[in-house]
């Protein structure tokens, strides 16, 4: 399930937008509490805003003006659009750092390389091999990096509503991921708060 959120001055382009997007992507919602993507017309100022809010979701910005200098997950698009690439680019976004040799995320002095499925530790050096599951873990509580995330949250999307996944099954994974990280550090990884998990991200 992809979170879809639009920002755009003229409420009837927006809702329009939605529409037509979500005639030909299937698994896609409006979630504006925690979206995968964000679409932003033209308004450069709300732009910054919601790079500000959600400073680890790819943005979209729809603008006739192409001298806007993007950051790393920006997507400019230029008007006017077609619907077929904008699809196509939706698409991507939620998997920019998986379809990028270049593409990581940085964090409390390590570094995630989903592609190689691969956490540097900046500090010593070392390289720790990980799992897909342990990859899409540590890229869901980055994305949340200033709150704690639930089991049932990650039960959600990371299990993708997998029924079969017990709550202790995710807590095994948390377990083994921050021993394999953690014991090669002095430095934490995840921290446990009411049973929910937040990444250290030493922001």
């Known amino acids: 399930m992809t979170g879809l959120l639009i920002s755009s001055d003229n409420s009837e382009f927006s809702e329009d937008l939605y529409r037509q997007i979500a005639r030909f992507i299937a698994n896609i919602n409006f979630d504006e509490e925690k979206p995968d993507v964000i679409i932003v017309d033209e308004n450069a100022a709300q732009k910054i805003a919601l790079r500000r809010q959600y400073p680890n979701v790819p943005i979209i910005y729809l603008s006739d003006n192409t001298n806007i200098e993007p950051d790393y997950l ?29 593409g990581f995320l940085n964090f409390n002095r390590y570094e995630l390389h989903p592609k190689q499925k691969e956490l540097v530790d900046l500090v010593s050096g070392k390289i720790i091999k990980l799992t897909e599951k342990e990859v899409d873990v540590i890229k869901y509580l980055y994305k949340n990096f200033d709150k704690y995330v639930s089991k049932s949250d990650l039960q959600t999307h990371v299990w993708q509503y997998n029924e079969d996944v017990a709550t202790h099954t995710i807590e095994t994974h948390i377990y083994r991921l921050r021993q394999k990280i953690e014991s090669e550090s002095s430095r934490p990884l995840i921290i446990t708060e009411n049973g929910a998990y937040k990444l250290v991200t030493g922001k």
């Open 74 to 102: 920006d997507i400019m698009l230029k008007k006017p659009i077609k619907l077929t690439e904008l699809l196509d680019i939706i698409q991507a976004a939620n998997h920019r750092l998986d379809n990028s040799q270049k």
